[in-house]
């Protein structure tokens, strides 16, 4: 076999002259010149005692020219040039490009502005023969494919997570007998995950912490050969019990750069393996479109984020600015992902945040057919609670029954996609089979209401002055005063509000203000579970709640019967309307509720006691309850009840107002997350709360009729 060949770069102008990543941090000028020339020797003689060794002259002003792993990955005669991240190493791209061509290489330029750092970021598989190539920090995954049509291989894509491992050779190390040496808490999951597909375990060498911050992993392997800074007694067994011979060779002046043995080699004669399969290149991007008030509402940045988080990268391919600021912007992303699986994920993200699939945008929805009642094709696409509209045959129908977490059913019509069609939200529960539902992200676009931030003020017409959000004791009074001008307005148009409640309501000394709601009109329905009637009853039957008294706040003796016994009787009654009728039950929020012909619905759940006959124990019958009492709904009132309000959101669709109140910021924060403008979230005392409303409604009653002024803005005109 020939001998390998490795290029290098002696330190002479070698030294930590910036910052670039967190090694240098701290190190400027810090490395001595004397024992970093020492350390290169002692590395340099090891490889020529096992290779060839070729050298690129040092150039002053370049410091990082030492990392000849960055010029380039080569692969037989072909190498793709490096453009580096940083501005500071962008000088060394035509050093490196002029040796390569000099030595007869074919050097592959790609598109300016498309970082990727070589070698350092592009790893052939010494068994499978592909390239493993990372992104996340020096290079961008839109490089990927090029590096694929480039060098005629395969290329995987992993994305690095910890910036001390910046370039995939600091924590990555495939290794002659196919064995990979890495460190696995540098990847994200779905990396982690590829890696495990691709290698059985027994081909996987994982290291600890301590030998990865040692840049144990940014190894040079020659034949048998491990040639590195540092490794543990137990990294150094484990590759000797593969055959491997450990070499280390003290590099500490170069850690202080973020570099070690690899970075400072870079192998010109990887050749290509006969396993090698030049695979085809899926297309894995998309171009997007989103419109509105992308820089006032923080859209494009929630959206880029969105994008880098979920393990895609992307590119503005254009941004419009809207000039006025009532003018919306206007841009257009091209989305690249490392797989199909985070491109599905990513673009439906993107399409709930009210993308729009761009250029792609002559697509029709991908269909698929239900074969299994109550199952949905994989990769069905998933509801969310925003106006949805699916291209079908060409035109964009709006989905019918807005809720999330469904599937979209294509329904009516006699062709699959012919005239006459609706779709609608169904429940995987009532899939039937032949059912026609979307799968993929093709073809389907939300409607997002987002307001620029001033115009939210300016708006008197809803909550979206308000904003989103949670807000604190603080801002309760101010709330409470907006939510009642709303309140009253919708009870006066004939609209419809919804209450939601658990039996804290009745602890925290709110059922009377509840009931009082419930009389004048203020309530269209009540939704809740067993435990607030229970309580309700029993406060109304005997004065207390769980057996404490509401009006002295102590337990009475022998109270906690009180609550079997409250069941009890209207067991015994039949049910709560029975038990009015009767005249057993006088007063309290469902007396109310039957004396005003204001319909409720309990769903039961595994830790009621009783239940009361009214409560629904069937609780996919209890879920299709509530859907229909909500239907329609203007308002949502969440009184302190997790299970319900969070069962309760899932139906609502996006443009319904929710008001969401709990003593727990978490239940809270999980209502406002929907991040729906609509949604408030209110985090105090549920008795106190409503004792403000029913307060605050009484001053409207008597025509104090103008709007309350919004948060932070002027007064009204
Ligand atoms: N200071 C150099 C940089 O931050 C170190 C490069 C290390 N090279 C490598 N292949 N990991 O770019």
């Given at each position: 076999?020939?001998?390998?060949?490795?290029?290098?770069?002696?330190?002479?102008?070698?030294?930590?002259?910036?910052?670039?990543?967190?090694?240098?941090?701290?190190?400027?000028?810090?490395?001595?010149?004397?024992?970093?020339?020492?350390?290169?020797?002692?590395?340099?003689?090891?490889?020529?005692?096992?290779?060839?060794?070729?050298?690129?002259?040092?150039?002053?002003?370049?410091?990082?020219?030492?990392?000849?792993?960055?010029?380039?990955?080569?692969?037989?005669?072909?190498?793709?040039?490096?453009?580096?991240?940083?501005?500071?190493?962008?000088?060394?791209?035509?050093?490196?490009?002029?040796?390569?061509?000099?030595?007869?290489?074919?050097?592959?330029?790609?598109?300016?502005?498309?970082?990727?750092?070589?070698?350092?970021?592009?790893?052939?598989?010494?068994?499978?023969?592909?390239?493993?190539?990372?992104?996340?920090?020096?290079?961008?995954?839109?490089?990927?494919?090029?590096?694929?049509?480039?060098?005629?291989?395969?290329?995987?894509?992993?994305?690095?997570?910890?910036?001390?491992?910046?370039?995939?050779?600091?924590?990555?190390?495939?290794?002659?007998?196919?064995?990979?040496?890495?460190?696995?808490?540098?990847?994200?999951?779905?990396?982690?995950r590829l890696i495990e597909s691709r290698l059985p375990a027994a081909k996987r060498l994982a290291v600890g912490e301590a030998d990865a911050l040692a840049f144990a992993c940014n190894a040079v392997n020659l034949g048998d050969a491990v040639l590195l800074n540092q490794a543990s007694a137990s990294l150094r067994q484990q590759l000797e019990a593969r055959g491997f011979t450990v070499l280390e060779t003290p590099l500490g002046e170069f850690l202080k750069a973020g570099g070690a043995a690899k970075c400072l080699t870079l192998r010109l004669d990887e050749p290509r393996l006969p396993t090698t399969t030049a695979a085809p290149i899926p297309d894995l991007s998309r171009t997007v479109r989103l419109q509105g008030h992308l820089l006032d509402t923080g859209l494009i940045n929630r959206a880029l984020d969105?994008?880098?988080?979920?393990?895609?990268?992307?590119?503005?391919?254009?941004?419009?600015?809207?000039?006025?600021?009532?003018?919306?912007?206007?841009?257009?992303?091209?989305?690249?992902?490392?797989?199909?699986?985070?491109?599905?994920?990513?673009?439906?993200?993107?399409?709930?945040?009210?993308?729009?699939?761009?250029?792609?945008?002559?697509?029709?929805?991908?269909?698929?057919?239900?074969?299994?009642?109550?199952?949905?094709?994989?990769?069905?696409?998933?509801?969310?609670?925003?106006?949805?509209?699916?291209?079908?045959?060409?035109?964009?129908?709006?989905?019918?029954?807005?809720?999330?977490?469904?599937?979209?059913?294509?329904?009516?019509?006699?062709?699959?996609?012919?005239?006459?069609?609706?779709?609608?939200?169904?429940?995987?529960?009532?899939?039937?089979?032949?059912?026609?539902?979307?799968?993929?992200?093709?073809?389907?676009?939300?409607?997002?209401?987002?307001?620029?931030?001033?115009?939210?003020?300016?708006?008197?017409?809803?909550?979206?002055?308000?904003?989103?959000?949670?807000?604190?004791?603080?801002?309760?009074?101010?709330?409470?005063?907006?939510?009642?001008?709303?309140?009253?307005?919708?009870?006066?148009?004939?609209?419809?509000?919804?209450?939601?409640?658990?039996?804290?309501?009745?602890?925290?000394?709110?059922?009377?203000?509840?009931?009082?709601?419930?009389?004048?009109?203020?309530?269209?329905?009540?939704?809740?579970?067993?435990?607030?009637?229970?309580?309700?009853?029993?406060?109304?039957?005997?004065?207390?709640?769980?057996?404490?008294?509401?009006?002295?706040?102590?337990?009475?003796?022998?109270?906690?019967?009180?609550?079997?016994?409250?069941?009890?009787?209207?067991?015994?009654?039949?049910?709560?309307?029975?038990?009015?009728?009767?005249?057993?039950?006088?007063?309290?929020?469902?007396?109310?509720?039957?004396?005003?012909?204001?319909?409720?619905?309990?769903?039961?759940?595994?830790?009621?006691?009783?239940?009361?006959?009214?409560?629904?124990?069937?609780?996919?019958?209890?879920?299709?309850?509530?859907?229909?009492?909500?239907?329609?709904?203007?308002?949502?009132?969440?009184?302190?009840?997790?299970?319900?309000?969070?069962?309760?959101?899932?139906?609502?669709?996006?443009?319904?107002?929710?008001?969401?109140?709990?003593?727990?910021?978490?239940?809270?924060?999980?209502?406002?997350?929907?991040?729906?403008?609509?949604?408030?979230?209110?985090?105090?005392?549920?008795?106190?709360?409503?004792?403000?409303?029913?307060?605050?409604?009484?001053?409207?009653?008597?025509?104090?009729?103008?709007?309350?002024?919004?948060?932070?803005?002027?007064?009204?005109?």
């Amino acid at each position: 076999m020939a001998e390998p060949r490795i290029l290098m770069c002696a330190p002479s102008h070698y030294d930590v002259d910036y910052v670039i990543n967190p090694w240098m941090e701290g190190n400027l000028h810090r490395s001595s010149k004397a024992l970093a020339m020492d350390q290169w020797q002692g590395l340099c003689a090891l490889l020529q005692q096992r290779g060839r060794v070729e050298l690129i002259e040092p150039q002053p002003g370049l410091p990082d020219l030492v990392f000849t792993a960055n010029a380039a990955v080569v692969v037989e005669n072909t190498a793709v040039l490096a453009r580096f991240f940083h501005p500071e190493r962008q000088g060394e791209e035509p050093w490196f490009g002029r040796w390569l061509e000099s030595r007869g290489f074919q050097v592959v330029q790609l598109p300016q502005d498309l970082p990727f750092e070589g070698a350092g970021d592009a790893l052939l598989d010494r068994g499978g023969g592909w390239l493993w190539a990372g992104y996340g920090f020096r290079s961008e995954l839109a490089a990927h494919p090029l590096l694929a049509r480039s060098l005629g291989v395969e290329v995987l894509s992993l994305r690095l997570i910890d910036e001390r491992f910046y370039h995939l050779d600091t924590c990555f190390c495939p290794l002659s007998d196919g064995t990979l040496l890495y460190y696995p808490p540098a990847f994200d999951f779905y990396s982690n995950r590829l890696i495990e597909s691709r290698l059985p375990a027994a081909k996987r060498l994982a290291v600890g912490e301590a030998d990865a911050l040692a840049f144990a992993c940014n190894a040079v392997n020659l034949g048998d050969a491990v040639l590195l800074n540092q490794a543990s007694a137990s990294l150094r067994q484990q590759l000797e019990a593969r055959g491997f011979t450990v070499l280390e060779t003290p590099l500490g002046e170069f850690l202080k750069a973020g570099g070690a043995a690899k970075c400072l080699t870079l192998r010109l004669d990887e050749p290509r393996l006969p396993t090698t399969t030049a695979a085809p290149i899926p297309d894995l991007s998309r171009t997007v479109r989103l419109q509105g008030h992308l820089l006032d509402t923080g859209l494009i940045n929630r959206a880029l984020d969105q994008i880098v988080e979920a393990g895609g990268s992307f590119q503005v391919l254009d941004f419009t600015l809207g000039q006025q600021r009532h003018s919306p912007s206007s841009a257009a992303i091209r989305v690249t992902a490392p797989n199909g699986a985070v491109l599905g994920d990513l673009m439906a993200e993107l399409i709930a945040m009210g993308a729009d699939s761009g250029d792609d945008g002559d697509r029709d929805a991908a269909l698929a057919t239900v074969e299994q009642a109550g199952v949905a094709p994989d990769d069905f696409y998933v509801s969310t609670i925003y106006p949805t509209d699916v291209r079908i045959g060409g035109r964009w129908l709006r989905v019918e029954g807005q809720r999330m977490d469904s599937a979209l059913v294509v329904v009516g019509g006699s062709e699959p996609k012919g005239p006459g069609q609706r779709v609608e939200c169904r429940l995987l529960r009532d899939l039937r089979c032949g059912d026609s539902v979307v799968v993929g992200v093709e073809g389907l676009r939300t409607i997002r209401r987002d307001q620029p931030r001033e115009g939210r003020e300016t708006r008197q017409t809803d909550f979206s002055f308000m904003g989103a959000g949670v807000s604190s004791e603080r801002r309760v009074e101010l709330v409470v005063e907006q939510i009642a001008w709303e309140w009253r307005r919708i009870r006066d148009r004939g609209g419809k509000v919804v209450v939601v409640a658990g039996p804290v309501v009745i602890h925290t000394g709110g059922g009377v203000h509840l009931t009082r709601l419930v009389r004048e009109g203020y309530v269209q329905a009540l939704l809740g579970g067993n435990a607030i009637a229970v309580h309700d009853v029993e406060q109304a039957l005997m004065g207390t709640s769980l057996g404490v008294d509401l009006q002295q706040g102590v337990a009475v003796h022998g109270g906690h019967r009180h609550h079997l016994q409250a069941i009890n009787t209207i067991r015994r009654c039949g049910g709560l309307a029975e038990a009015v009728a009767q005249g057993v039950l006088r007063q309290g929020i469902f007396h109310a509720c039957v004396q005003h012909r204001v319909p409720f619905v309990l769903a039961g759940s595994i830790r009621d006691d009783g239940p009361l006959p009214d409560t629904e124990m069937d609780l996919i019958a209890a879920q299709a309850a509530y859907a229909r009492a909500l239907a329609g709904a203007d308002m949502v009132l969440m009184l302190s009840s997790m299970l319900h309000a969070i069962g309760v959101g899932n139906m609502t669709p996006a443009g319904v107002k929710l008001v969401c109140v709990d003593i727990n910021p978490a239940v809270v924060t999980k209502l406002s997350d929907r991040g729906s403008l609509e949604s408030v979230g209110v985090v105090t005392d549920v008795g106190l709360f409503l004792s403000l409303l029913v307060q605050q409604l009484g001053r409207l009653e008597q025509g104090w009729t103008a709007p309350p002024e919004p948060m932070g803005a002027a007064a009204q005109p």
